[in-house]
């Protein structure tokens, strides 16, 4: 007789609990950027107690201790060019110093471990791009005398998800973040 009980329908006030453990679970190093957004999605389209929890089903909901969060990290190069794809720790304040060449960083499979990492970027000649996955907020600042900026992402506050700060100056070169959908 249970069984033919419909199921129970959620609050916004349960969404938003939700989103706060997989933001959580995405500081952690437990989710990527890109399955964060995905399951923010989710999130905002459920409709049932059983939507919700088949969302965080494969996370553990006790929260066991992560590895130590990276603190500061320092990149330099002389010519040539800095990548960084796939699943990789995204520092607190990820510093990159460049003469003559491009950074490109993918942070779609990556692991943010901060509330508002940093990504500070030096170059004489160059460019700075950055793919994000959709819902993640990108705050820009900086300068950049030839060249320009170009900025996807939703502006502030848009998303429950991590905040992510880049600061950069380059002589020649210019700064994209591009917002990959999936």
Known sequence: MAEDLPAQRIADADRDRVLLDLREHCV?????LEEFAERTEEVIAARTA???EAITRDLPSD?????????????????????????????ERLRLFGLIG???LDLTEAVIEND?????????IGGL??????????????????????????GRHVTAGPRLRVRHFSLIGGTEIKVRRH
């Open 28 to 32: 952690a190093g437990r989710l990527t």
């Open 50 to 52: 059983d939507d919700l």
């Open 63 to 91: 929260r066991a201790p992560a590895e130590p969060k990276l603190g500061s990290q320092t990149r330099m190069m002389l010519i040539g060019g800095i990548e960084r794809r796939g699943r990789w720790r995204v520092p």
């Open 102 to 104: 491009g950074l490109e």
């Open 116 to 124: 508002e990492p940093v990504i500070e970027a030096w170059l004489v």
């Open 129 to 154: 791009e950055i793919d994000v996955p959709e819902g993640i907020e990108v705050e820009v600042e900086g300068v950049t005398v030839v060249g320009g900026t170009e900025n996807e992402s939703p």
